[in-house]
């Protein structure tokens, strides 16, 4: 059975410093990778998606990017982040296709 | 822009009472989800929808996706303090490089009371 995996589960970071949030994948090959945030409990906002390796789209412009060095893993970086950064990451994967998708647990993230 | 709206954004019942969360969009999807969500971790998804007409039974929960596949209701009945969480819809559309990309709606925010 399939699986994602993401870490931290939490993290406390000051305004101006890095940030690497990484998303793998176990039990499937070439999938659809996804980032969302989540503000307050509310609705989803897709960040970026990538349909292979080394392929990223993004969907919102702002202070962070993503990469996929390898065929499950994707990561979400920032080189120095903002207090509007704050929020819920939530990664994502789905077979090609149908739209559906499959999170994973989130990492909940506060930018002091 | 694809919008889907989700109804009511709030809703607190007694255990035992029946409930209808609604999802509308003026766009056609090839696919609809329902997931839900517990505080502080990802969407789990109930239900995939893909017919226009389709109607998905989840033990108490009912899914109907409208029959021109631009809306969709969940029906709980007699709702229990476990069915409490973030009801969230969220259409698939098929175009170009897009294809599996979710629109999410902002979601319903449950609570059942025992």
């Known amino acids: 059975s399939q699986t994602i995996h993401q870490w931290p589960a939490t993290l406390v970071q000051p305004v101006g410093s890095p940030l690497s949030l990484e998303c793998t994948v176990e039990?499937?090959?070439?999938?659809?990778l996804y980032w969302y945030r989540q503000a307050a409990g509310r609705g989803l906002q897709l960040l970026f998606y990538?349909?292979?390796?080394?392929?990223i789209s993004s969907e919102v412009p702002q202070n962070l990017s993503a990469s996929r060095p390898q065929d499950r893993q994707f990561i979400l970086s920032s080189k120095k982040l903002l207090l509007s950064d704050s929020g819920f990451y939530l990664c994502?994967?789905?077979?090609?296709?149908?739209?559906?998708?499959?999170f994973g647990p989130g990492t909940r993230l506060t930018v002091t | 822009t694809q919008l889907l709206e989700q109804s009511p954004q709030f809703l607190s019942i007694q255990e035992g009472e029946n409930l209808t969360v609604y999802c509308n969009s003026s766009s056609v999807f090839s696919s609809l989800q329902w997931y839900r969500q517990e505080p502080g971790e990802g969407p789990v998804l109930l239900v995939t929808?893909?017919?226009?007409?389709e109607v998905k039974k989840l033990k108490r929960l009912t899914f109907q996706f409208g029959d021109a596949r631009k809306d969709s209701s969940l029906h709980i009945t007699a709702a229990q303090p476990g069915d409490t969480g973030l009801y969230l819809c969220?259409?698939?559309?098929?175009?170009?490089?897009?294809?599996?990309?979710?629109?999410f709606g902002k979601g319903t925010k449950l609570s059942v009371k025992p």
């Open positions: 969220a259409g698939a559309l098929n175009y170009g490089g897009s294809q599996g990309n979710l629109i």
């Open positions: 990538s349909v292979g390796i080394g392929q």
């Open positions: 929808v893909v017919t226009g007409g």
């Open positions: 039990g499937t090959s070439n999938p659809n």
């Open positions: 994502a994967w789905s077979p090609l296709g149908p739209g559906e998708q499959y």
